[in-house]
């Protein structure tokens, strides 16, 4: 059974109907985790292996030749999304009534937990394609096949609608925001969940970092290897 809807919803989506059916377990049985009943049928209930977060291979400048390969009328809709990192089923769920212009805001209909309903602010060159975006013109589904034509038509082959959410967590990540600020962004319950992003940040730096070590070694006279083993004072360009 578990392969047939893994098929389906893929292991995130099993997992999260593992946590559903958990937490009503609990609740039916007087909140009582420990019970017989609930560890029974939860053991029989395997977690499934999600797979490592995405990291979609695009950069800003990427994102901007894209969108050259989409018609000038929807172009505002992809960067709506980018730009506020909203799911695109939130985004699809806007309508004019959750733009407020007087604080250049919007509301934003949570589509996963009751805490991604929030209201996000924007400045005002994000305000103008916003505003243009919603609502949306087009059905998901000409909104996921468009982006799909256009990123094949730029070069870029396997890229989501859902990464441009990815993107507008990583390109901050990247600019230095700050991992609470990302976090809030993006509406995560718990850091741990935006924490992928920032190690991705982190790796760069730590690679960076190696590499600035290893060139200032090499360029130290100290440490400059003289000798193979001890004892031999070859030189390594004398060994063939």
Request: charged share 25%; hydrophobic share 35%.
């Amino acid at each position: 059974m578990q392969q047939s809807y893994l098929g389906l919803i893929g292991p995130a989506g099993w997992n999260n109907v593992r946590r559903m059916v958990s937490r009503f377990l609990t609740m039916s049985l007087r909140n009582n985790k420990h019970h017989p009943f609930r560890i029974e049928v939860m053991n029989s209930f395997p977690t499934a292996k999600e797979p490592p977060g995405r990291v979609p291979d695009l950069t800003p400048e990427g994102f901007w030749r894209i969108l050259s390969q989409i018609p000038e009328p929807l172009r505002p809709c992809y960067v709506t999304l980018v730009c506020t990192g909203m799911r695109p089923g939130e985004y699809l769920r806007c309508e004019e009534a959750d733009l407020m212009p007087d604080i250049l805001a919007l509301r934003v209909p949570g589509t996963k937990t009751a805490a991604s309903a929030d209201v996000i602010r924007l400045d005002e060159e994000s305000w103008g394609w916003v505003r243009q975006a919603i609502p949306c013109p087009i059905s998901h589904g000409v909104l996921a096949s468009r982006w799909k034509t256009a990123c094949e038509a730029a070069g870029y082959v396997g890229l989501r609608l859902y990464d441009l959410r990815h993107c507008h967590a990583q390109w901050l990540a990247n600019a230095g925001v700050p991992e609470a600020r990302i976090q809030q962004s993006l509406r995560h319950r718990t850091p741990a969940m935006t924490r992928r992003y920032t190690m991705q940040r982190d790796k760069g730096e730590s690679a960076a970092g190696s590499l600035k070590w290893l060139s200032d070694l090499e360029s130290d006279p100290r440490y400059t290897p003289r000798r193979i083993r001890a004892g031999t004072r070859r030189r390594w360009d004398d060994v063939a």
